[in-house]
């Protein structure tokens, strides 16, 4: 059995070549299957009679792929040419690549993939690995790129030739390029420019098709009848390259050549900083009367609530976090998923305490098909049900997460009034790490020093109601600079100013306690002399260190080095008579950083557990 795909520019042909090859084939008395590979479902058409067959993915979507025959797929066709519509989803929404797949799946299941040739008629352009199916899997063994002169008709075939070159590498791809054949335009020149192309790729021109006239007339006419071929004029020039194509060799060509090599894209370091979804679960469900659903396929929600779980459990909190998920499937892939949110925004508002709030977060796959999840949140509903997106793979990362959940959540809090006693918002605590209340409690310290109360830990452990707070703290302090733009947010929103990190280092504590000062109209000094002695009674404890060599492990393992880090880690050594040398014990700076006095009171117990061995 032979197998052949026809690739090229949209608009170029195609389908009518397909046809035209079909029909000559039939005519030679071989076994004919052809499989129309686009949306449009229009490549049989010819083959028909111009009549429009059911399409595969029209049928799964009525009955599902397990109450289809063959029956229901296949249709004879001209001269017994057996013809298949993948079809797709309405233009717009899903994932039409995704529907060639199953397209492809369902016909091996149906052991419907047989015959002397089948001729694959893919998509104009290939824009995704989904329309890449029939030679990136192994199911098309020869590539035609169908062109004419014109220059984008070649840019297309030659970037569709590099992913042929790509392809061909692959043990279980195993096409090669079969020819290039020109669709003729009309244009001066057209068919020398055609073969050059052919040359230049390391492949050759197949006979010239008899022009865009003659290329338009099938399509045109409706019907006609049983007896007469698609195209005579076409049918004989194609059916004269389609019996050579049919000898008892397999036609192979040698790789195409790099002829118009465009830039890689470099490589994307925050690929290393975690998944945007966990990032903003890891604050919403801290909203504890609210319910998270996450919008795509079952795998998303099963990996993060393990994750929260654990995470909950390890610091001794005892709780299940409310995530409910679409359970996004293949068919809901294909066709768009937002009948699925909209079911399992119901069953949210159906759970039993009733949800305050509920936040809607879009995974990778979701982005991808298009669903407008913003319009189906959007609708009235009891409770305010917020969309937030979440797709990682659009340049998020774990950080964007939280920042775009913060800021998600602060939509819901209304203007405040101040209070008239001095407090602070603690915005943007990273909730995953094991110190993360230490931490709070050493901020509280702090700033209890300067006569200042927490007002709202946003959003750890708050109520939706407790959002009415938001607006009527004093300052905001921000867990670190990255949430500079949820400051800001919060700025224009209520007037409230921020300080944009928790504190770090010895003279750092100081000077944030100077910053808060500031802001706040209060004299810091007397603060700023009372921490720098609870410093030196905390150093004191560590003196037995004084005079040993370390060595500090400042950089990230995936991030790099830290400059701050390594300044923080100076000023302890320098602090305690460290001396830094190579060779000296290697101490670790924890990421993210110690918070304040306290968290380098931690550090440097586990810096003397390894100095003192």
């Not at 369902?106 to 290939?126: F, M, Q």
């Not at 008709?153 to 790509?166: G, V």
């Not at 809901?332 to 809607?360: H, N």
């Not at 830094?580 to 101490?587: F, K, R």
């Amino acid at each position: 059995m032979k197998q052949i795909a026809l690739y090229g520019k949209g608009g170029i042909g195609k389908s009518t070549t397909a046809a035209n090859l079909s029909a000559a084939l039939a005519e030679e008395g071989l076994d004919i299957l052809q499989i129309g590979c686009d949306p449009k479902h229009d490549s049989t058409r010819m083959l028909m009679h111009g009549t429009w067959i059911p399409t595969v993915l029209d049928l799964i979507r009525e009955r599902g792929d397990e109450n289809i025959t063959v029956d229901d797929v296949v249709y004879q066709g001209f001269r017994g040419v057996r013809c298949v519509e993948a079809g797709g989803p309405e233009p717009g929404i899903g994932c039409a690549g995704r529907g060639i797949i199953a397209t492809f799946q369902l016909l091996e299941r149906l052991d419907a993939l047989k015959g002397d040739v089948i001729v694959y008629d893919v998509l104009g352009d290939v824009v995704c690995g989904g329309f890449a199916m029939p030679m990136r899997e192994g199911y098309a063994q020869e590539i035609y790129l169908v062109t004419s002169g014109e220059l984008m008709s070649i840019y297309a075939a030659n970037n569709i030739a590099k992913a042929i070159a790509r392809l061909s590498r692959r043990a279980r791809s195993r096409c090669t390029l079969g020819g290039v054949i020109c669709n003729a335009k009309n244009i001066e020149g057209e068919q020398d420019l055609v073969a050059e192309f052919a040359r230049r790729i390391n492949s050759r021109s197949s006979p010239t098709s008899p022009g865009p006239g003659m290329s338009r007339l099938p399509n045109c006419t409706g019907r006609r009848s049983s007896s007469t071929p698609p195209n005579r004029t076409r049918q004989r020039s194609t059916g004269n390259w389609g019996a050579r194509s049919m000898g008892t060799r397999r036609q192979v060509s040698p790789p195409p050549s790099r002829w118009m090599n465009s830039n890689p894209s470099p490589l994307n370091s925050s690929r290393f900083e975690g998944c945007t979804l966990t990032g903003a679960l890891s604050v919403l469900t801290e909203v504890r009367d609210a319910v998270c659903i996450i919008h795509g396929p079952a795998g998303c929600a099963h990996h993060n609530f393990s994750l929260l779980h654990a995470t909950l459990f390890s610091n001794d909190r005892l709780e299940v976090p409310r995530l409910l998920s679409t359970r996004l499937t293949e068919n809901d892939i294909i066709f768009g998923g937002e009948e699925a949110l909209e079911t399992t925004i119901a069953r949210a508002l159906s759970l039993s305490p009733a949800p305050a709030s509920i936040f809607v977060l879009s995974t990778c796959i979701v982005e991808t098909i298009g669903d407008d999840t913003e319009a189906v949140c959007a609708k009235p509903r009891g409770v305010p049900v917020i969309a937030v997106p979440t797709a990682g793979f659009l340049g998020g990362v774990f950080e964007t997460g939280i920042r775009n959940a913060l800021l998600s959540v602060a939509s819901l809090a209304r203007p405040g009034t101040a209070e008239p006693t001095l407090s602070a918002n603690l915005v943007g605590e990273k909730n995953l790490e094991y110190g993360v209340d230490e931490n709070a409690a050493e901020i509280a310290r702090l700033l209890g020093r300067l006569g200042i109360g927490i007002n709202l830990r946003f959003v750890r452990g708050i109520s939706t109601r407790d959002l009415e707070r938001l607006g009527s703290a004093t300052v905001n302090i921000l867990r670190e600079p990255a949430l500079q733009p949820v400051g800001e947010d919060l700025r224009r929103r209520f007037g409230t100013p921020y300080v944009d990190s928790f504190p770090a280092g010895l003279s750092g504590t100081c000077r944030f306690l100077e910053e808060v000062g500031r802001i706040c109209g209060i004299d810091a000094s007397d603060a700023v002399e009372e921490e720098r002695a609870y410093q030196k009674a905390m150093l004191e404890g560590f003196c037995d260190m004084a005079g040993s060599r370390v060595c500090f492990q400042t950089a990230h393992p995936m991030l790099g080095a830290d400059p701050a880090a390594e300044a923080v880690c100076t000023e302890c050594a320098r602090a305690l008579d460290l001396t830094v040398a190579p060779d000296g014990v290697l101490v670790p700076f924890p990421y993210p950083a110690p918070v304040g006095t306290a968290g380098l009171r931690r550090m440097l117990h586990r810096w003397r557990l390894l100095v003192r061995g």
